[in-house]
């Protein structure tokens, strides 16, 4: 590949095909030199989406990482950040960045607004760059297992930024759970106290010029192009269905983390929800969603019968366990998990922080966990510097956040297709549900158009043309991109 089309591969094909890397093996070249097992310098990164949580997640690693280019969309937003790394070439297109640098670097960290961190992580990882990835992941279960399966066949160091997955509370409550404490679980509930952005909202008609310091277009990335409003970024963007997942992708990433890694739950196998009236651009304000596991393999010291978890946000808090004594806030940090064993119940703050028994106990168990003496971040960047033949991998690694992403991308789909009024079957391996029938349609409410005249209150309910579900479920579980960003295919 000569540099100049490697040079414009990204902005030109949108594509990772071309980006295949064209190394030389050393003994061609003649000096063979062995590659030591740890690198031996400090790792050089890109920062994409950098202004909101990218910036802490860049200062927490700054100590030992080389900065090299960052790119943000919103360069009056992300100027502090900007300002911190002078030495780091400055960008509002990642695909810029990534024509330009991305084969001098070593990794990437994305903190972009949702929708653009499949394409991009894809991409990186397609070129052998290991990969930071803020949750949730991505926002669709297709996007999830391609980036699972991208991890894997290209050998690259991976975290997704729930950062509690590094946590003691998170080792200690799965050390519990696998020390058979709470005995056998058939029941988890879960709730956030978000969203606390704006959701429920009729997509805004009014258009707004865009700012001077604002690559409109670079925002949009894979998703169909629309007005600007101000609305959508920075921030926002968590509650519209083009670029975020609402609450549930927002923060199940954090509070799920313990039910999915603790108990093994893998594909569901059913799934509903119901929520707030759903409309066609924004996410709704409050959801209910019921996924239900099957039975998995055994633990020594713990049986895994099949398990429903529920999932609350928007206010709605699940029942209170018995025994739990008056006055005790079931929000932990934003909200909390609650296993329901044969033995005792167990109850899980966000981020795992805090895990506690309903019965007091406290129990020391054997610790079977690797714990994790750096932050979330630093524990990414040891493991980029580890050879894959002696990698450890990070506490988010893709093989365990892209199967769980797929989970949450799953239940934010369920309350897409609430309109269907069926408990859905979901068929995990192969990413489709079986039981939605082949002539069933699917509207979408685009207003609520409620009004109250002299008086009297008026219902003008108004609605997209019905579509086929199947293939508006399948459009959920895999997304059209907009011309000019392809993803890698995916990976055998
Ligand atoms: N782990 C955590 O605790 C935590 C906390 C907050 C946010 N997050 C995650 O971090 C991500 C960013 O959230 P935020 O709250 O920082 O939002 P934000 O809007 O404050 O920041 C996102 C930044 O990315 C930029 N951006 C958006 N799309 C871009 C693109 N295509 N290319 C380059 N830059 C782009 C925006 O201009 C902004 O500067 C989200 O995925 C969110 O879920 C994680």
Redesign the pocket.
Known sequence: MSTEMSRRSFLKAGTAAAVGLSVAPATMLGKAKKKPLVMDRKLRILG???????A?DLKAMEEEVEIIGL????WK??EHVFERYPAAKRY???RVMFDELLDKVDAVVI????H??AI?AAQAMAAGKHVYC???LTLTVYEARLLTKLAAKHQVATQM???GSSGAGTRQAIEWLWNGEIGEVRRVDCFTDRPIWPQGLEKPELVEPIPST?NWD??I?PAPMRDYNSIY???N??GWWDFGTGAMG?MAC?IMHVPFKGLKLGYPIKVQASSTPVLTDCCPSAEMIKLTFPARENMPKLALPEVEVRWYDGGFKPERPEGLPEGVNLNIDGGCSIFYGTKDIMVVGCYGNRPYLLSGRKPEVPHVLREVTTSHQLDWVRACKEDPSIRVPSASDFSEAGPFVEMVDLGVAAVRLQALNQILEWDGEKMEFTNIPADATIKIMKKDGFSIKDGHPTFKKTYTDPVNAREFAAGLIKKQYREGYVLPDMPE
């Open positions: 994409v989406g950098i202004g909101g949580r990218g802490a790119c943000d969309v919103d937003y992300a509002n297109d990642y903190a972009t607004a949702d653009t961190h991009i803020e949750k949730p930024g729930n950062q604002l670079a925002f990335g970024t920075p921030w963007f968590r927002d954090h």
